[in-house]
């Protein structure tokens, strides 16, 4: 059963749905989760607050399917394809996600606002992290780059860490276009190659050898 938090979360991920954030009220937030406005208040603080949560949790479970794609037992330019995959297929389900990669967020969504002042700490330790802020573009980027990066090393030692670090981020970067970008989807369901960015992508890495380097003598 979930907590009164992620109740809470679920409740506002709905309502924003259904209309623009400005237009989303805390007490239908507090009563599509079954609980009070006092409850809503004390676990955010404020409609700013659970702006913050809501953005924060997107980018917590995008960041945790990357993590799940890079843990499973493929090969690894296979994980990167799935990452592509990953990136593209969560943009293109949750419009906050798409936000968080690209920076456009539109009239209709909770833009991240200045953070709590100075002094002003949540009792809440998850709303504490949230209040800390959302990586940006950038960021993001970054990190997943060096989560891949990480999971390459320890795949294929003794290869060039440079290199590596290039082929991930312009998978990520290659991902992030058909989000900006979206190309018509011509290839049917199941077809070898899959959909335009897997293509693309295994071009890539078929140009890029994720291979061991041989040691020297």
């Known amino acids: ?7 809470l979360l679920d409740a506002a991920l709905a309502a924003l749905g259904a209309r623009p954030w ?4 805390m007490v239908d937030v507090a009563s599509a989760a079954g609980v009070s406005r006092q409850t809503l208040y004390n ?8 702006a913050r949560a809501l953005v924060r949790r997107e980018a917590d479970l995008y960041l945790r399917g990357v993590d799940r794609v890079l843990a499973d037992r493929v090969g ?14 969560s943009a293109r389900a949750s419009a906050l996600v798409r936000a968080l990669l690209t920076g456009c967020w539109g009239e209709r969504l909770p833009a991240p606002r200045p953070l709590r002042p ?8 998850a709303q504490r992290r949230a209040d800390a802020g959302v990586p940006g573009p950038a960021e ?3 990190t997943v780059r060096d989560r891949s990066l990480a999971m390459l090393e320890k795949e294929l030692p003794g290869a060039d860490s440079v290199e590596l670090a290039r082929s991930c981020e312009t998978v990520v970067r290659l991902a992030l276009s058909y989000v900006t970008a979206p190309a018509p989807e011509t290839a049917a369901p199941g077809a070898p190659g899959g959909t335009g960015h897997v293509v693309h992508v295994r071009a890539l890495l078929a140009r890029t050898p994720l291979r061991p380097v041989s040691p020297g003598p």
Do not use: D, N
Not at 1 to 7: K, L, N, Y
Not at 76 to 89: F, G, I, K, Q, Y
């Open 1 to 7: 059963m979930p907590t009164a938090r992620e109740a």
């Open 22 to 25: 400005a237009a989303v009220r």
């Open 43 to 50: 676990e955010f603080g404020s409609k700013e607050g659970l």
């Open 76 to 89: 690894p330019a296979e994980r990167l394809v799935s990452l592509a995959e990953w990136t593209v297929r």
């Open 118 to 125: 100075p002094g002003a700490y949540s009792p809440v330790p």
């Open 140 to 142: 993001l980027v970054a």
